[in-house]
């Protein structure tokens, strides 16, 4: 059973860089044909894909977060990392990863990272 585990802080001064790790249990990130991506809900909004990285190490990224977005892993840990640079209060959200890419079989609990001063 694969499962998936987001870590990382839930407060975020705005202009600061968000970095949340999703940390992969009971699979590996570097399984043929697997991708892994980040996924978040804003309050009163639906769910928005972010980006993601392949098992081979491509990254992909939504293009309207693209100049802000950056997202890598660690195959020694087998964990993926999201770092989101200089947010604003439209990046609070619920942060979720998840194995797939449109269509996700495994996901994360979740986890709220909220932007204020």
């Known amino acids: 059973q694969v499962q998936l585990q987001e870590s990382g802080p839930g407060l975020v001064l705005p202009s600061q860089t968000l970095s949340l790790t999703c940390t992969v249990s009971g699979g590996s990130i570097t399984t043929n044909m697997y991708y892994w991506s980040w996924i978040r809900q804003s309050p009163g909004k639906g769910l928005e894909w972010m980006g993601g990285?392949?098992?081979?190490?491509?990254?992909y990224y939504r293009p309207s977060l693209k100049s802000r977005t950056s997202i890598s892993r660690d195959t020694s840990k087998n964990q993926f990392t999201l770092q989101l640079s200089s947010v604003t209060s439209e990046d609070t959200a619920v942060y979720y990863c998840?194995?797939?890419?449109?269509?996700?079989?495994?996901w994360g609990q979740g986890t709220q990272v909220t932007v204020s001063s």
């Open positions: 998840a194995r797939g890419r449109g269509n996700y079989d495994y």
């Open positions: 990285i392949s098992y081979s190490g491509t990254t």
